[in-house]
């Protein structure tokens, strides 16, 4: 399995990617009307639409169909 490259931050609040970087309007023009992560003004991340309080966004990652239920 391949463990993605990430680290805890120094306020031990978030687990950061070192591989992926959020994208702003001007690098790649947001698709609207659909869910992905998005950073607002205000420095909060969460899943939703993009709109005016949005500064960054991603993509949803992609879940594993294969998940191990116990």
């Known amino acids: 399995m391949n463990v993605p490259k990430m680290r805890?931050?120094?306020?031990?609040?978030?687990c950061i990617s070192l591989e992926h970087?959020?994208?702003?309007?001007?690098?790649?023009?947001?698709?609207?009307g659909v869910?992905?992560?998005?950073?607002?003004?205000?420095?909060?991340?969460?899943?939703g639409k993009w709109d005016d309080d949005?500064?960054?966004?991603y993509p949803l990652p992609k879940r594993n169909k294969y998940r191990c239920i116990e």
């Open 8 to 14: 805890i931050s120094s306020d031990f609040e978030r």
């Open 21 to 32: 970087f959020m994208l702003t309007p001007n690098e790649v023009t947001p698709p609207k």
């Open 35 to 47: 869910d992905m992560l998005v950073t607002t003004k205000y420095g909060k991340t969460l899943i």
């Open 54 to 57: 949005c500064v960054e966004w």
